[in-house]
């Protein structure tokens, strides 16, 4: 430190010579340093990751939100679709006994006599149709039903 005073004694022209001849390290970490014009000018490491970090943060918020409301949408559609489920199957239920109310033998008979003015089988007057005389040929009795036909006999076996 002696030497660092006694240069701070000496003339600026003599501390100049002196310590161009012999650079300090400040002066030797300041060689490499040079003005800078008001253009030229970096940004600071701090303010570029801040900027990416409210970038990120922007992009992670706008994600956020469209999946919030695609989840909103898909959540409203299976909604809806469950609703369309139920009426669907109400209606096939009605339509189930409608058609199983239709083909009840009571209702048709019910729609016979009423439509059709038919009238049951007890209530019923038999009209004859055709002659007024029984026919006098009678008719040939039928044969009787066998389980198996009986073959036709051949013409080799008859014919020997």
Same mark, same amino acid.
């Given at each position: &430190?002696?030497?660092? %005073?006694?240069? !701070? #004694?000496?003339?600026?022209?003599?501390?100049?010579?002196?310590?161009?001849?012999?650079?300090?390290?400040?002066?030797?970490?300041?060689?490499?340093?040079?003005? =800078? *014009? /008001?253009? /030229?000018?970096?940004?600071?490491?701090?303010?570029?990751?801040?900027?990416?970090? =409210?970038?990120?943060?922007?992009?992670?918020?706008?994600? &956020?939100? =469209?999946?919030?409301?695609? $989840?909103?949408?898909?959540?409203?559609?299976?909604?809806? @679709?469950?609703?369309?489920?139920?009426?669907?199957?109400?209606? %096939?239920?009605?339509?189930?006994? *409608?058609? @199983? /109310?239709? /083909?009840?033998?009571?209702?048709? *008979?019910?729609?016979?006599?009423?439509?059709?003015? &038919? =009238?049951? +089988?007890?209530? @019923?007057? #038999? $009209? !004859?149709?055709?002659?007024?005389?029984? %026919?006098?040929?009678? $008719?040939?009795?039928?044969?009787? +039903?066998?389980?198996?036909?009986?073959?036709?006999?051949?013409?080799?076996?008859?014919?020997?």
């Amino acid at each position: &430190m002696a030497s660092a %005073n006694a240069t !701070a #004694r000496r003339s600026p022209a003599a501390r100049k010579k002196i310590e161009s001849a012999h650079p300090s390290k400040r002066e030797a970490e300041k060689a490499h340093l040079r003005v =800078v *014009e /008001e253009g /030229e000018r970096k940004p600071h490491a701090f303010a570029t990751y801040f900027w990416i970090g =409210v970038a990120a943060f922007g992009v992670a918020l706008v994600v &956020m939100v =469209v999946s919030q409301v695609l $989840l909103t949408q898909a959540t409203f559609r299976t909604a809806e @679709a469950k609703r369309e489920l139920a009426e669907s199957q109400a209606e %096939n239920e009605r339509l189930r006994l *409608e058609k @199983a /109310e239709a /083909e009840s033998p009571t209702l048709l *008979e019910d729609r016979a006599k009423r439509q059709l003015e &038919m =009238v049951t +089988e007890e209530k @019923a007057e #038999r $009209l !004859a149709m055709g002659p007024a005389e029984p %026919n006098p040929v009678p $008719l040939p009795p039928a044969p009787p +039903e066998s389980s198996s036909p009986s073959p036709a006999p051949s013409p080799r076996q008859g014919g020997r």
